[in-house]
């Protein structure tokens, strides 16, 4: 059972923005605040009826992605529960440039909820769920992507929202601006995108 603080028996959203204006990285803690809920039938549903139901923009998520290990070295899988490292804590990416942290977990909340209370959902909840957006967690200065989830997960999202085709555009000074807002330093960027390069295209 969960705690009646801020937001009683809620699964809590925390959002914050990253340093790429418009990219935002949620997370949900259960009720008592010490573990990841579980969002799995979300996750499911989202890659199965994304292009069908449109969901991109009724539940303000892009995609889903593992959190990082906070202020660690290594590029290290944050677990879902203290203590147990064999299942990963789910982040919620969302790129939506006009809205704001707020705006996005107050969005993936409500989606949530809504969710967990279709009739098709009860073989997965015994009853609705309810979500709540707890706080704006992001800093003072927004930090890169690859604070908050994997490095690995980050690659994709440079892929996907960004044309980087030719190790020559790594040296162009634009891309070295994206590389530090999405890993945090231009060394590891380049680092793990010349593994990538050409994305997707025959050697």
């Known amino acids: 059972m969960g705690s009646r603080d801020q ?42 009826r ?20 906070l202020n660690g070295d290594d590029d290290e899988m944050l677990p879902g529960s203290p203590g147990e490292g064999n299942w990963g804590f789910d982040a919620i990416v969302t790129v939506s440039v006009g809205d704001t942290a707020t705006s996005v977990g107050k969005g993936i909340a409500k989606a949530f909820t809504d969710f967990t209370g279709e009739p098709s959902q009860r073989k997965n909840f015994n009853s609705q769920q309810k979500f709540i957006f707890r706080r704006d967690v992001t800093e003072s200065v927004p ?11 980050a690659v994709d999202y440079i892929k996907n929202m960004f044309a980087i085709n030719d190790l020559e555009d790594l040296d162009k000074k634009d891309t070295i601006v994206l590389l530090e807002n999405f890993f945090g330093s231009e060394d590891t960027g380049r680092r793990v995108l010349e593994y990538e390069i050409p994305f997707g295209k025959d050697d």
């Open 7 to 48: 937001g009683g028996y809620s699964n809590k959203v925390d959002t914050a923005e990253t340093a790429i204006p418009g990219l935002f990285v949620s997370w949900i803690y259960r009720p008592d605040g010490k573990k990841a809920t579980y969002i799995k039938p979300m996750k499911e549903f989202f890659y199965d």
């Open 143 to 153: 930090a890169p992507l690859n604070k908050y989830i994997l490095t690995k997960n």
């Open 50 to 69: 994304n292009e069908e139901d449109g969901l991109v923009e009724k539940w303000k998520v892009s995609g889903f992605a593992y959190r990082r290990v």
